[in-house]
């Protein structure tokens, strides 16, 4: 079974950046759409953005366009998040996962989550 090993969250202040990565074990990493996700405290996990399995076309939430940059490294089964220009309202637990269907603008169908890693934007 795949594990996606999350690395790179941390402390900053706000108006800095950080650089998550997420890397995959097996060796199907390069078929799969992968995503960052993120759960703040008391709410929901929110889509942050995704990748397509070639890397060509991405695909970010509102909230976060412009600011964060998301890649991939098949050679090296990781995907990254570039955060710029953080926000206090950026804090959470950001989770990666994978999913087989080809459709980048279709948040549904990710799974194989990783444990996550913390982010915390102070003002």
């Known amino acids: 079974q795949v594990q996606l090993v999350e690395s790179g969250g941390g402390l900053v202040q706000a108006g800095g950046s950080l650089r998550l990565s997420c890397t995959a074990s097996?060796?199907?990493?390069?078929?799969?759409?992968m995503g960052w996700f993120r759960q703040a405290p008391g709410k929901e996990r929110e889509f942050v953005a995704a990748i397509s399995r070639s890397g060509g076309t991405t695909y970010y939430a509102d909230s976060v366009k412009g600011r964060f940059t998301i890649s991939r490294d098949n050679a090296k089964n990781t995907v990254y998040l570039q955060m710029n220009k953080l926000k206090p309202e950026d804090t959470a637990v950001y989770y990666c996962?994978?999913?087989?269907?080809?459709?980048?603008?279709?948040?549904?169908?990710?799974?194989?989550w990783g444990q996550g890693t913390q982010v915390t934007v102070s003002s």
């Open positions: 996962a994978r999913k087989p269907t080809p459709s980048v603008a279709e948040v549904k169908g990710f799974g194989s």
């Open positions: 097996g060796r199907t990493f390069s078929s799969y759409v």
